[in-house]
C-alpha cells in the first residue's frame, strides 16, 4: 500500500480535547503511561476527567496498593475522578459482566472523547478491553445514540500506532513521568517512566522543534466504530498483528457461484485474507468455468440450482466444520478465527457472528448495521434473521438434517435454518465479522426479489407452509408481542433520540446565534483594531519625524557642548591670565604704594632740609660761587 507522507504521520500537533474525557485502562498505571499527558492537559484545563481502570493488576502487585498508587498518581495531574472495576487480572476476555459494567459507565458519563487502548497492544487485557468497548458501540443502538457525538482516541502503551493525531505534552510532560514514578510496585519491576519519556520524545520528531514530548493517538468518530469491524481498526493503525490463537478447527468454506467472475475473486481473496488455514470449495453452478488457484472446483456443466449448488459443496468437503460464503458477500479478516474460537468446546448446533449489510450501486457504497439479533427459535420460524454468510456448523448435522431442499430457490437458507435449530440453539457472536453485500445489476437473485415483491411473499409462504407443524398457534402471537415490546423500547428510545435531538438542535440554533454575534463583535473588533493600526502607524511616522528632529537636536546638542566645552577650556586659560594680571596687579600696587611712600618721605626730608638754616647758609654759598 502506498501513501502520501503527510498520511504516514501528523507533522503538525493536534488539539485533542472533550468536553467530558473517559479514559479506559487495562491495569492500574495504563492510564498514565498511555495518555497521562491528554489527561493532565484537560485537568489544567478545568475539564472534568473520569478513569475506568478495568482489571486489579493482582498479577503484578497487590490490588490494593496498584490502586493506591493510581489514586496518587492521577492527583498529581490534577483532580480527575477514578473507578476501579476490579475484574481478574489477565482474564479480562473472559470477563461476562465487562459490557455490561461497561456500557454502565458509558451512559452515565455521556463523554465526548473517549480513550481506549489500541487493537494493536499485546498483553491480552489490553485487546480484550479494546475489542469490548468496540463491540458493544457496535451492538448497542441506544448506547450508539447516547454517545452519537463523541469521539474516540485509541491510544499506545505496549505496542506503536500509525497515529492521526499527535497530541503536544511538553508543558506538562514532566508532570506525566512524575506520575508514572508514583506507580512504585511497578517501577520496580520495569522502568516504565523511561520507555514512556522515549516513547513521548520519539513522537516529537515530526513535530515543530519546539514539541519536545508528544502522546500518539489514532482517533474516529463514534458512529463509524457502528460499522466498522476491529480488523479494519487494526489495519488502518499499522501493520496487520498476529494473534495467538489456539489450534485451528478443521473448516471447510463453501462458495457458490455463476458467470460472476470478479465477485467471485474478492470473495475467495477475502477468505484467504482471514489467513485461517480453511479448505475453500467452488461450485460453479453452469457458468464459464473460473480460474481459481489452489480451490477445490466443483463445475456444473448445466445449473442445477442454488441448493443443489450449496450441497454439492458441503458433500465435496472435507472437514468437520463448514462456513458459507456466497461470491457476492465477504469475509472480515477476523470472521473464521472468531467462529472457531466460539465452536471449540461448544455442544451447541451453529454459531453466528453480526453482519453489516452493504448496498452498491456504481461506486456509492452504503453499510447499515441490520444484522445483529440474538438466537430467538420462534423468531427463526416467522423471519430469517441469520444471513448464512454468519453461519459456522458442523458438516454432519448439515448432511444429517438433508442440506437445502432443492424446492426452494430463495430463503433456502432459511429453510435449513429451520431445520437445524430443531437439533439445538445457535450461539450469537455479537461482532462484526462479515459483510452481506447487495449489488445492483449483479444478477442476485435477493437484490432482484426485495422484500415486499411477488416473489418474496411467495417464497415466504413456501417455508412458513413447510413448517407449520412447529409453528402452533401462539407462535405468531409470541413473536408479534416480543417484536412489539422491542418495538416500543425502540420507538421510546427513538422518541429520547429525537427530543434530545431537539435539544441538540436547539443548542446548535443558539450556538450559532451566540457564534453571528461573536462573529458580528469579532469583525467591529477588528474594525476597531484596523483603525487602531492605522493610528499606531500614524503616530510611528510621526514618532520618526520626531525621533529626526530629536537626532538632529542632539546632533547640534553635542556641537554645543563641544563649543562649551572649547569656551570652558579658552576661559579656564583667561582665566589663569586673569589671576596672573591680577596678581601682577597686586604687585605693581604694591610697588606703588612703597614709592609713594618712599617720595613721601623724600619730600618730606626735603621739605625739612629746605627749612633748615643750613639749606639757606648753603645755597647763599652757592649762589656767590656763581652757582
Request: hydrophobic share 45%.
Amino acid at each position: 500500500m502506498t501513501i502520501r507522507e503527510a498520511e504516514a504521520i501528523p507533522f503538525e500537533p493536534q488539539d485533542l480535547r472533550g468536553g467530558r474525557l473517559l479514559v479506559l485502562a487495562p491495569h492500574p498505571d495504563d492510564e498514565v503511561i498511555g495518555c497521562g499527558g491528554l489527561v493532565a492537559l484537560h485537568l489544567r484545563e478545568g475539564r472534568p476527567v473520569h478513569v475506568v481502570v478495568a482489571t486489579d493488576g493482582a498479577q503484578a502487585g497487590d490490588g490494593a496498593q496498584r490502586e493506591a498508587e493510581s489514586r496518587t498518581a492521577l492527583a498529581l495531574l490534577g483532580d480527575a475522578t477514578i473507578e476501579f472495576l476490579r475484574f481478574p487480572d489477565r482474564e479480562l476476555e473472559n470477563a461476562a459482566e465487562l459490557d455490561a459494567r461497561l456500557a454502565a459507565v458509558l451512559r452515565q458519563q455521556k463523554p465526548d472523547l473517549i480513550a481506549v487502548p489500541s487493537p494493536l497492544e499485546i498483553h491480552p487485557d489490553h485487546i480484550a478491553l479494546s475489542r469490548a468497548f468496540c463491540d458493544l458501540i457496535a451492538r448497542d443502538p441506544s448506547l450508539f445514540a447516547d454517545l452519537a457525538v463523541a469521539h474516540v482516541a485509541f491510544y499506545e502503551v505496549s505496542a506503536p500506532i500509525r497515529p492521526n493525531a499527535l497530541v503536544d505534552i511538553t508543558a506538562v510532560a514532566e508532570t506525566k513521568y512524575t506520575a508514572i514514578d508514583a506507580h512504585a510496585s511497578q517501577a520496580a519491576i520495569r522502568n516504565y517512566t523511561s520507555y514512556a519519556r522515549g516513547l513521548n520524545v520519539w513522537r516529537a520528531m515530526t513535530l515543530p522543534t519546539e514539541v519536545a514530548f508528544a502522546e500518539a493517538y489514532w482517533t474516529t468518530q463514534l458512529p463509524l466504530l457502528r460499522t466498522t469491524p476491529f480488523s479494519a481498526l487494526r489495519e488502518a493503525m499499522g501493520p496487520q498483528r498476529i494473534d495467538v490463537v489456539h489450534e485451528p478447527l478443521p473448516v471447510s468454506v463453501v462458495v457458490r457461484t455463476k458467470d460472476r467472475l470478479a465477485l467471485l475473486a474478492e470473495a475467495v481473496a477475502s477468505i484467504r485474507a482471514t489467513g485461517y488455514p480453511a479448505e475453500i470449495v467452488v461450485v460453479n453452478d453452469g457458468g464459464t468455468r473460473p480460474d481459481v488457484q489452489d480451490v477445490t472446483l466443483i463445475q456444473h456443466d448445466a445449473s442445477l440450482g442454488r441448493s443443489e449448488a450449496a450441497n454439492a459443496g458441503v458433500r465435496a468437503a472435507k472437514n468437520v466444520y463448514v462456513a458459507f460464503l456466497d461470491d457476492d458477500d465477504l469475509f472480515y479478516p477476523e470472521h473464521l478465527s472468531t467462529l472457531s474460537n466460539a465452536a471449540r468446546g461448544s455442544s451447541a448446533a451453529a454459531w453466528y457472528s453480526d453482519a453489516v449489510s452493504a448496498f452498491i450501486e456504481g461506486e456509492s457504497r452504503q453499510l447499515m448495521r441490520i444484522y445483529a439479533r440474538d438466537f430467538d427459535r420462534e423468531l427463526l420460524l416467522v423471519d430469517n434473521y441469520i444471513p448464512l454468510p454468519t453461519l459456522l456448523f458442523r458438516r454432519a448435522d448439515f448432511l444429517d438434517v438433508g442440506g437445502f431442499d432443492p424446492a426452494f430457490d430463495l430463503f433456502e437458507d432459511w429453510d435449513f435454518l429451520i431445520r437445524l435449530a430443531q437439533r439445538g440453539d445457535f450461539i450469537r457472536v455479537p461482532r462484526i465479522t462479515c459483510e452481506v453485500r447487495q449489488i445492483k445489476n449483479s444478477g442476485s437473485i435477493v437484490a432482484a426479489n426485495p422484500e415486499g415483491s411477488p416473489a418474496f411473499r411467495k417464497a415466504q409462504l413456501q417455508v412458513w407452509r413447510k413448517h407449520a407443524a412447529l409453528m402452533g398457534e401462539n407462535v405468531f402471537a409470541n413473536v408479534f408481542e416480543s417484536e412489539k415490546r422491542r418495538t416500543v423500547a425502540i420507538e421510546g428510545e427513538l422518541v429520547e433520540a429525537r427530543g434530545a435531538r431537539s435539544r441538540t438542535e436547539l443548542e446548535v440554533a443558539r450556538l450559532e446565534r451566540d457564534k453571528q454575534s461573536l462573529i458580528a463583535q469579532i469583525g467591529a473588533l477588528s474594525e476597531r483594531i484596523n483603525e487602531t493600526m492605522m493610528r499606531i502607524s500614524h503616530l510611528e511616522g510621526a514618532n520618526a519625524e520626531i525621533r529626526g528632529a530629536l537626532d538632529g537636536a542632539n546632533h547640534e546638542r553635542y556641537a554645543a557642548i563641544a563649543r562649551i566645552s572649547e569656551v570652558e577650556k579658552a576661559f579656564a586659560v583667561n582665566e589663569a591670565a586673569r589671576n596672573d594680571i591680577q596678581r601682577a596687579m597686586t604687585e605693581t600696587e604694591r610697588t606703588n604704594q612703597a614709592l609713594y611712600a618712599e617720595v613721601a618721605r623724600l619730600q618730606s626730608l626735603l621739605d625739612t632740609i629746605f627749612k633748615s638754616r643750613t639749606w639757606k647758609l648753603h645755597s647763599i654759598v652757592e649762589r656767590v660761587k656763581g652757582r
